[in-house]
């Protein structure tokens, strides 16, 4: 399945719009986690633990909404926006939400 933050796919034009579809993850970050993030923060650098939550909440966003367009009988999805929040008291908790067109090519 191809997706896209672009509108079209160059060469492959859109036969059908099948509808919007979205995935939303939200991820709990550990408190050991919290303690070597806090680290970095006062060290300075990257912080590898949330960078890697980051990446898996993105990835399973991302997969929902190739499952969801495939359920509409999409090929694509075109249009994909991406959105990163925290939510919860104090921040606590990631939320990756992904949204786009299913289409078939």
């Known amino acids: 399945m191809i997706i896209t933050t672009t509108n079209t796919i160059e060469g492959k034009p859109i036969k059908e719009y099948k509808g919007l579809v979205t995935g ?3 991820m709990g970050a550990n408190v050991v986690k919290d303690i070597f993030a ?3 923060d006062f060290f300075g650098g990257r912080s590898g633990m949330y960078e890697g939550e980051l990446k898996k909440a993105r990835e399973a ?6 499952q ?12 994909v926006d991406l959105d990163y929040e925290t939510v919860g008291s ?14 078939v090519i």
């Open 61 to 66: 966003a991302l997969a929902e909404i190739m």
């Open 24 to 26: 939303e993850v939200i």
């Open 38 to 40: 806090g680290f970095t």
């Open 90 to 103: 104090h921040g606590g908790m990631l939320m990756v939400n992904v949204s786009g067109t299913a289409v």
């Open 68 to 79: 969801n367009a495939a359920a509409l009988g999409a090929n694509a999805v075109v249009g």
